[in-house]
């Protein structure tokens, strides 16, 4: 059974910088889909970068290009790195899984779900 534990969330000051974990077990698959996305109150939810595992393939909606980072680390692990962090940026935000090997910015391609971190950009 695919588990993802998401951490790194909190509150910070506009300008500032979070750097957000997600730490995955139970995954099997030769070569798979990790991504971030985020929900804010009242919005649907929206895909913010993935990454392709084996061939680190990355994308970013464009909003997030230039502020966010995504990586992957050891065997279960992917990080986002995001700076300059705008009150826009408030939301939830869920790592994901996908088995397939294409990056889709369409949740609904996604088959595993974190329970979220909470962002919060306010002075």
């Known amino acids: 059974q695919v588990q993802l534990i998401e951490s790194g969330g909190g509150l910070v000051q506009p300008g500032g910088s979070l750097r957000l974990s997600c730490t995955a077990s139970?995954?099997?698959?030769?070569?798979?889909?990790m991504g971030w996305f985020r929900q804010a109150p009242g919005t649907e939810r929206e895909f913010v970068a993935a990454?392709?595992?084996?061939?680190?393939?990355r994308y970013y909606t464009d909003s997030m290009k230039g502020r966010f980072a995504i990586s992957r680390d050891g065997q279960n692990t992917v990080n986002l790195q995001m700076n300059s962090l705008e009150p826009e940026d408030t939301a939830i935000y869920y790592c994901a899984v996908d088995r397939g090997t294409i990056i889709y910015t369409d949740l609904t391609y996604y088959d595993y779900w974190g329970q979220g971190t909470q962002v919060t950009v306010s002075s």
């Open positions: 990454i392709n595992w084996k061939g680190g393939f």
């Open positions: 139970g995954l099997t698959f030769h070569n798979f889909v």
